[in-house]
């Protein structure tokens, strides 16, 4: 709910929040089990309402707003720092993938610990054009990752156990202890390329 009308909320704040929701009935429609309504008033965006779907009767729909906030009737989402995305008009794309149909019209609004700080209107066509060069910006970056794990796997592989032979040859006495050294740089190299390095 926005400005007095109701929009398709492509964006699901409750799964930032630590504390979740009971949940009710889940299929490939609702997986998350629950429907979740939220209201942008005076800048601010409220959880006014939660609903599923009842285990013991399919079909059955109830409210557990008052059970997720202790009784209010409204709930101010400060755990949501991000970007809510609104559809505004009617589908001119269908995808059956999550979000990821494409509306008439968009509005993008910046949110961040439950305040409205900003809003960006757009056509369906610029809202594509803008995810498409998003997705274009991560693959990049993934294989920039990628390439810096290539270099450090291939450090790992080469260039250290031609360092230990050097370290092992200047100091016969440390000759024992070889072995031991070549594994852990197998073991570091095989790390290194089966898994991603995580940021921080």
């Not at 009308?5 to 929701?21: D, F």
């Not at 794309?93 to 900003?118: C, F, P, Q, T, W």
């Not at 209107?121 to 294989?143: C, H, N, P, W």
Request: aromatic residues 10%; positive net charge.
């Amino acid at each position: 709910m926005y400005n007095g009308r109701e929009y398709p909320l492509l964006t699901e704040p409750l799964a930032a929040c630590r504390k979740k929701p009971r949940t009710g009935l889940r299929s490939t429609a609702l997986l998350r089990g629950y429907v979740a309504t939220f209201e942008i008033r005076n800048a601010e965006l409220l959880l006014k309402d939660i609903q599923i779907e009842t285990p013991s009767a399919p079909g059955r729909w109830e409210s557990v707003l008052h059970e997720f906030t202790g009784g209010q009737d409204e709930l101010k989402a400060d755990w949501f720092t991000g970007e809510l995305t609104v559809g505004d008009g009617s589908i001119v794309e269908y995808i059956h993938i999550g979000y990821a149909s494409i509306h008439e019209n968009y509005i993008l609004m910046d949110i961040r610990n439950g305040n409205l700080v900003k809003e960006t209107s757009m056509t369906g066509a610029d809202y594509k054009r803008l995810r498409q060069e998003q997705v274009k910006a991560e693959i990049r970056q993934i294989g920039k990752g990628a390439g810096r794990k290539i270099v450090l796997s291939i450090t790992t592989v080469f260039l250290f156990p031609l360092l230990l032979a050097l370290i092992f040859k200047l100091f016969p006495a440390l000759a024992p202890c070889f072995p031991y050294a070549a594994a852990l740089c197998a073991v570091a190299a095989v790390l290194l390329i089966g898994f991603p390095r995580r940021k921080g």
